[in-house]
Structures are given as C-alpha cells and as structure tokens.
C-alpha cells in the first residue's frame, strides 16, 4: 500500500457550485479523519469516521458539508453552495487510535 | 481544552547548521499525546514522530532529536547539521485523553540556505 491518496489534487470552481472529494485510506486503516487548512494555518479537524460510521463532527462542518464513508474504505466530502471562504486545502487522513497519516489534500479555489 | 503554541513563524538558517523549532501546548487531560508532524511545498503531511505524556525521554533519530520536558509543557524538535531538503513548514499537534483529533499548532516555516 503506497498510503492515503486524494482526488483531486486541484480544484477550482465558482461560487455557488457543489463539489466532491475523494479519499482512499490505507487499507488496513479502520479510522479515517478530514482536516481543513487554511493559509498559514495548521490544520483543522472537520469529522472522523470509524469504519462506516461518522462518529464526531466539528462544529466548522457547517450543514453545507457533507462526508460519507458508505462501505467502510474511501470517504467523499461534498460541499454544497460553495463560497469564496471555503477556499482551502482539504486533508484526509487514516490510522490508528494512535496515530494519523495524511494523505496529499486536495486544494480547493472558489471564485 | 486543547492549545498548541508554534512562537516561530519563520526561521532561517545556513546549510550545516542546527536549528531548535520551540512548541509549547496546553492541555488538562493527565495522559495525551504530542506529534510532529513535516509539511514539505508539496503539501502532504508527513508524521515525524508520537510521544505519550508517560515518556519523557528524549529521542533522537538520525539528524532529528526531541525534547519533552512536562514541567514546561514543551516539545522542542531539533535538527542537527541542517541540510536543504529540511526546508519545509513544521507542525506541532496535541491530542488528548478520549479525542479522536488532533489539535495543531500554527506551524513554522524552515527555510534552510545553501
């Protein structure tokens, strides 16, 4: 396993549209987490997923958001209605109770 | 409540030379754990290194060492004989007892100069 990778890398898109990212995990990984940096920022925690179940949500993840895990392997984000503030990189990682790998994040522009 | 200080905003430093990037955290929680974590231009975060509050020895792997020290609440990382490659932003990250996220610093910025 090459460790967790994103799609897309790169996106760019207007105001008002939806968006959906992806991540796959490392496999044998049960837990998998989303993250939200913003410009000299460190990154910040959005939800957490053990297997299929979304078992904690950040306040930051408004009800535009929404993060799915449907068989217990990739996670998709989706933002809805995007806005010029949701300009950022979003970073999945997955691990163990112990520790967190990420993967490479997917930088989001909205115009 | 959870908070991890980064002071240094940017540091730079000549090839060769060793540089110390300083975090401090707070935390209420009597077991937790610290991370370093590497964010090189690329963007991808790479995990350095895992304390649990129990381990107060220093580490040391390769160029790399670390200094917890409780009685501060710090977790200094070294880097010894710099070289261009570490040029990237550091991130220091808290979790605690029962929390499945981790809580980030604001990261510092090495610049290492040939």
């Known amino acids: 396993d090459t460790g967790v990778s994103q799609n897309p890398r790169h996106k760019i898109t207007k105001r008002g549209q939806n968006v959906t990212f992806r991540c796959d995990p490392i496999s044998e990984h049960n837990r998998l987490y989303w993250y939200r940096q913003t410009l000299g920022q460190g990154p910040e925690f959005l939800t957490y997923?053990?297997?299929?179940?979304?078992?904690?949500k950040s306040r930051l993840l408004s009800d535009r958001f929404s993060a799915e895990r449907p068989k217990g392997s990739f996670s998709t984000l989706e933002i809805q209605r995007t806005e010029q503030g949701d300009s950022a990189m979003y970073l999945c990682?997955?691990?163990?109770?112990?520790?967190?790998?990420f993967g490479p994040g997917t930088r989001l522009l909205v115009l | 409540a959870q908070k991890v200080t980064q002071a240094q905003t940017e540091i730079s430093v000549v090839e060769k030379e060793d540089v110390t990037l300083d975090c401090v955290y707070e935390t209420r929680d009597t077991t937790y754990y610290l991370f370093w974590y590497k964010q090189p231009p690329s963007g991808e975060l790479v995990f350095l290194i895992r304390r649990n509050s129990f381990d107060e020895q220093n580490e040391i792997s390769g160029r790399y060492s670390w200094n917890f020290q409780k009685s501060t609440s710090s977790f200094n990382f070294t880097i010894t004989a710099s070289q261009v490659v570490d040029s990237a932003v550091y991130f220091c990250?808290?979790?605690?007892?029962?929390?499945?996220?981790?809580?980030f610093g604001t990261g510092t910025r090495l610049t290492v100069i040939p």
């Open positions: 990250a808290l979790r605690g007892t029962g929390a499945n996220n981790l809580f």
């Open positions: 997923f053990q297997n299929e179940a979304q078992l904690e």
């Open positions: 990682a997955s691990g163990t109770p112990r520790d967190q790998y």
